[in-house]
């Protein structure tokens, strides 16, 4: 009984609704509801309803006055920016055309001093000299080999997600690994759209471009390789090859490696080369003191410890 009669007497428990449940279900703030209150009970002057609308007419005037003369400069500008890329575009190509003619004309110098050098020397000589530029990439060279073709992924996006699965342009890492891997699987000779590759190449990138020893390549690209019969499956066992199959099956570029007959490589430019030099040893003064060096007086300065020079 004593305890029946302590629960009638305990107060009741009353729950009061937390922030954000209040939020919710009343997500109106209520001065929002007593200015509308108060509109209805003493609505505005008229004058003031007919101002409002007379400043936001004003306002889209002004607005739309800006727009028009924001579009029509635009347009008058138009003809002068398209002028100006038209002129740019011309100067590249007639660089370019330059810089192909300059080419030719130093493969044929090469190859009249080439002819002088072999007349001049005896034939082991010769031979020997023209063995050393095939594998240095400085002669043009013949053979069976393997040709690796790269081409960029259409443009249309995954009709799903809108995106791509991964980059659908062939990247200058992806040479950079192809020709690698036919370096490794034996090649003797390795050229990207007709630039040989030699021991001082690069292959880099430079905005949507591709550069191989500075000159741009476009694609598609076609990486040609001359070496023994088993170069082709080697290559296809190589990490690089695995890699890129697996890029072109999630994003649609094209990935292909073919035998080839009778590959010609072109030779590769005369590169720019630096030569390496000992210090500089000071020579005893006489009195025996051996801390007179170049680098000690003020003009001058001391040998790096490398011992090299550019």
């Not at 007919?50 to 579009?71: C, I, N």
């Not at 300059?102 to 007349?119: F, N, P, T």
């Not at 370096?183 to 949507?208: D, F, K, M, P």
Request: a neutral charge; proline letters at 8%.
């Amino acid at each position: 009984m004593s305890a029946a009669r302590d629960e009638r007497e305990r107060p009741a428990r009353v729950y009061a609704p937390d922030f954000l449940t209040e939020l919710f279900r009343n997500p109106l703030d209520p001065g929002y509801a007593d200015a509308a209150a108060r509109r209805r009970e003493s609505p505005p002057p008229a004058w003031r309803a007919r101002s409002s609308r007379t400043v936001m007419v004003v306002v889209l005037v002004v607005l739309g006055f800006l727009l028009a003369v924001a579009y029509r400069q635009t347009m008058e500008d138009e003809p002068g920016r398209s002028q100006a890329r038209s002129g740019l575009v011309a100067q590249i190509k007639e660089r370019e055309r330059e810089t192909d003619e300059l080419s030719a004309r130093a493969d044929q110098l090469r190859e009249e001093v080439g002819r002088e050098r072999d007349a001049a020397l005896s034939g082991s000589a010769a031979a020997r000299l023209r063995d050393l530029e095939a594998g240095t990439g400085l002669g043009r060279v013949r053979g069976d080999g393997v040709v690796v073709r790269l081409a960029d992924a259409p443009g249309n996006a995954d009709a799903v997600t809108g995106t791509a699965a991964g980059p659908p342009r062939v990247l200058y890492s992806d040479l950079q690994g192809v020709a690698n891997a036919l370096w490794s699987a034996g090649a003797e000779a390795v050229s990207i759209n007709g630039q040989r590759l030699t021991a001082t190449s690069t292959i880099r990138s430079a905005g949507e471009a591709i550069l191989v020893d500075f000159r741009p390549v476009t694609g598609p690209y076609e990486v040609s390789a001359i070496g023994p019969g088993s170069m082709k499956r080697t290559f296809e066992r190589s990490r690089s090859a695995a890699l890129m199959q697996d890029v072109a099956r999630t994003t649609g570029l094209s990935f292909g490696v073919r035998e080839a007959d009778d590959l010609t490589l072109p030779a590769a430019p005369e590169p720019r080369l630096r030569y390496a030099e000992p210090p500089v040893r000071p020579s005893p003064s006489p009195s025996g003191d051996r801390s007179a060096s170049p680098g000690a007086s003020g003009s001058g300065t001391s040998p790096s410890p490398s011992g090299g020079g550019r």
